[in-house]
């Protein structure tokens, strides 16, 4: 888990761990305008960063699964990765974490920069990298013996976070994943209690209480009734107005709805990536047509 | 790869060939109605009348065809365009149908015998088979999905507008009695009712472009004619 590996970093380190020199601190929270780690002013509220893929190769022991991809993902934008299994959708989105790696066997080469800043990069902090960039799983993974409200405080103890600040923080967090109405009276119950729709917005609401940068999204909703996963979908639109959002998904209807540009994938290929309207009427590549048709599968 | 969804495409392309046999409905009509007015037929004109029910119910079946497709099976691309422009096309042929029974209306008013200026109605009769002749080849183009013979549909409708332009003189210049003055008005009124039917066959042949490249243009720019020669 990012938070108990984020931990032991911290034991280690003595401190809350950043990819970035203390110079150039991605966020200071009490200025109006916060100041990127390279200087440039953002406006306040929006934490997203744009993530560019370039050169990025994966395998899998010999199995060359993603194949010199090069693309952009647009901040404040959500990014749907759709093509059939073993296409690599997840395999991308989990090197944008340097997730991949941890996998027995598994390497990655090429670059992955937020803005500016390459998470392949040797002297970077994997652990950071994984606290700017969140991720949210198929299948609802609350931590098992902890309250709802614990769920959602574990990462921000870590940064130290306490008392009415750690309070105000957790019930941000629970609105933003629009469940705070619902589990205001119960907090203190298990969050393994919840229905599964539930579970997973805890699960993004756990995500979202440590300020990503970048959400990643592998089959969010797969795992979930419609009417969770058309939540999960309205909160995808909300969250992007403030993070950088990237979704894997089997459900073409899902992308179509929930995602302003679309990739589509094929045998660890980048095949084309557009706005998701003309990925879904009116496609370049015959191979896009073909599969968003469902001509094959 | 394996072929999916094949009985999806195959309700597609039985949606598709529903929607382009009420062109053939449509061509009927316009031959009967046509033939009506060469022989004074009023019978034949009150059949054509009659026999529109079977066009709406045409239109009926395919728009309702193309909702349960659409809720059922959200197509998207290609297939999506297809769809769309499906819409449109049984949407042109309802009306090509209703502008034949607008002439087969016409037809009783001018009474049994009425006094035939036969350069007018030379004309009209000629109009009618131009007209025919678009909505076959709007079909053509649709089913073959040839866009250049969709785009030829302009030059063909020239025709028909050429045609309508010198019945509205004939008619300006229309020296007869009372009878023959109101018989020529209302061929006017036919005139125009074939001249929409030809800028259907233009519209059909619109969404045949449309559907091939997935970019919808107006062949003619009936508010900007400037634009139409570039």
């Keep these: 888990m990012t938070y108990e590996r984020a931990k032991d970093a911290e034991q280690e380190a003595g401190t809350v761990p950043t990819p970035f020199p203390r110079s150039q601190q991605p966020r200071t929270e009490s200025s109006a305008t916060r100041t990127s780690a390279y200087g440039a002013a953002r406006p306040s509220g929006t934490l997203a960063r744009?993530?560019?893929?370039?050169?990025?190769?994966?395998?899998?022991?010999?199995?060359?699964?993603?194949?010199?991809?090069?693309?952009?993902?647009?901040?404040?934008?959500?990014?749907?990765?759709?093509?059939?299994?073993?296409?690599?959708?997840?395999?991308?989105?989990?090197?944008?974490n340097r997730m991949h790696e941890e996998i027995p066997g598994a390497r990655a080469d090429g670059e992955v920069l937020?803005?500016?800043?390459?998470?392949?990069?040797?002297?970077?902090?994997?652990?950071?990298?994984?606290?700017?960039?969140?991720?949210?799983?198929?299948?609802?993974?609350p931590f098992p013996t902890m309250s709802i409200f614990d769920n959602v405080a574990a990462g921000l103890r870590l940064t130290g976070t306490k008392g009415v600040g750690l309070r105000e923080r957790v019930e941000k967090s629970l609105r933003a994943a629009g469940l705070w109405e619902e589990v205001k009276d119960r907090l203190k119950e298990p969050g393994i209690s919840l229905s599964g729709g539930q579970q997973q917005r805890l699960c993004i609401a756990r995500t979202i209480a440590i300020e990503p940068e970048v959400i990643l999204m592998d089959e969010p909703a797969s795992a979930l009734d419609p009417l969770s996963t058309l939540r999960i979908e309205e909160l995808v639109d909300e969250l992007k107005a403030r993070y950088t959002i990237v979704i894997v998904t089997h459900n073409m209807q899902q992308a179509a709805?929930?995602?302003?540009?679309?990739?589509?994938?094929?045998?660890?290929?980048?095949?084309?990536?557009?706005?998701t309207e003309k990925m879904f009427t009116n496609p370049d590549d015959e191979r896009t047509e073909r599969y968003v048709t469902g001509k094959f599968g | 790869m394996q072929e999916t969804r094949v009985h999806f495409q195959e309700e597609l392309a039985q949606l598709e060939s529903q929607a382009l046999g009420g062109l053939d409905l449509v061509v009927e009509a316009l031959n009967r109605v046509m033939e009506a007015l060469e022989h004074q037929d009023v019978e034949l004109a009150t059949m054509v009348i009659a026999d529109d029910d079977r066009i709406d119910g045409r239109y009926l079946e395919v728009h309702q065809g193309i909702l349960s497709l659409l809720a059922r099976q959200a197509p998207v691309a290609t297939d999506l365009r297809l769809v769309?422009?499906?819409?449109?096309?049984?949407k042109h042929m309802e009306r090509m149908g209703d502008q034949c029974v607008n002439i087969a209306k016409m037809l009783p008013v001018a009474g049994n015998e009425p006094p035939v200026e036969e350069e007018i109605l030379k004309r009209l009769l000629k109009m009618g088979r131009q007209a025919a002749f678009q909505v076959a080849q709007a079909k053509q183009a649709f089913a073959s999905r040839d866009v250049a013979l969709a785009e030829d549909l302009v030059i063909q409708d020239d025709v028909i507008d050429r045609l309508n332009r010198e019945i509205f003189r004939e008619v300006l210049d229309c020296s007869g009695d009372a009878d023959t003055r109101e018989w020529s008005l209302l061929m006017m009124l036919v005139a125009r009712s074939i001249e929409r039917i030809g800028d259907n066959a233009v519209d059909i042949g619109e969404q045949t472009a449309f559907v091939v490249t997935g970019l919808f243009r107006e062949f003619q720019d009936a508010s900007h004619p400037d634009l139409n020669s570039e």
Excluded at chain 1, 83 to 93: A, C, D, E, L, N
Excluded at chain 1, 115 to 132: C, G
Excluded at chain 1, 258 to 272: K, M, N, Q, R, W
């Design chain 1, 50 to 96: 744009n993530v560019s893929v370039r050169g990025l190769n994966a395998w899998y022991g010999d199995n060359h699964a993603v194949k010199n991809l090069n693309f952009e993902i647009e901040p404040n934008k959500a990014t749907a990765l759709i093509g059939p299994s073993g296409s690599g959708k997840s395999t991308v989105i989990r090197c944008i």
């Design chain 1, 114 to 141: 937020l803005d500016e800043v390459n998470v392949y990069d040797p002297k970077i902090d994997v652990v950071a990298i994984r606290r700017l960039v969140g991720m949210v799983f198929q299948k609802p993974n």
């Design chain 1, 257 to 275: 709805r929930v995602a302003d540009s679309t990739a589509f994938l094929l045998d660890g290929e980048l095949i084309e990536h557009a706005p």
């Design chain 2, 84 to 90: 769309a422009a499906l819409l449109d096309v049984v």
